[in-house]
């Protein structure tokens, strides 16, 4: 077998490993929730970002969705992370940087989560809300 085909080799071996992990471990499974909520905070994706929501009003998300289209996240750095029930509950502090569209200066706030284990669905959801920029 030639270098590339055993890189190629292991790479698979390695998706599907990890993929079948996040079945069976809770917190391999926050990991990825987790990154997913960062990455559309970060874009300012927040209808995206919505769907990590647990058991929220659709019109109230709806609304608060139009108020943070106003604004555009420039940074969305950990700050602390804690697991409070192991494989059921986190909770983590981020700050979040961001500026109103017609506003350009640039604020910083801490978005206090706490997310929960749902095994039925094998997801985690967030409890807490979309963040409240001001």
Known sequence: MNRASIVALLLISVLVGCSSLQFNDPLKAFEEANHGYRQ??????????????KNEDEAQVEEQIKLLD???????????MTVVEEYV??????KISYFRKDDLVVK???????WEYNPELRTWQLTTGLPKLR
Do not use: C, G, H, P
């Open 70 to 80: 106003n604004y555009k996240v420039t940074a969305y750095e950990l700050r602390t």
């Open 40 to 53: 559309a905070i970060s874009w300012s994706e927040f209808m995206v970002a919505a769907t990590f929501l």
């Open 108 to 114: 910083s706030m801490a978005d206090d989560q706490l």
């Open 89 to 94: 509950r986190v909770r983590q502090v981020v």
